[in-house]
């Protein structure tokens, strides 16, 4: 993941995601929770409607 810039509160867009299981690069936008506990984020080619969605759970 690299390249996200902080557009709103918690919301971040134009970043860039590789896929590990195929070294595929999409484009990545994310959104953080209010408590900073979860990241939701969604990497698409073309439109975001046209993506796969994935949150991560932040460790203790």
């Known amino acids: 993941m690299s390249g996200l810039k902080n ?6 867009d134009h970043g860039k995601i590789t896929d590990p299981k195929n070294g595929k690069t999409y484009s990545f936008n994310a959104k953080l929770s209010p408590d ?10 073309g439109i ?13």
């Open 7 to 12: 557009t709103d509160a918690n919301i971040y």
């Open 36 to 45: 900073g506990k979860t990241l939701s984020g969604r990497g698409y080619i």
């Open 48 to 60: 975001s409607a046209l993506g796969r969605s994935q949150t991560w759970v932040r460790a203790n």
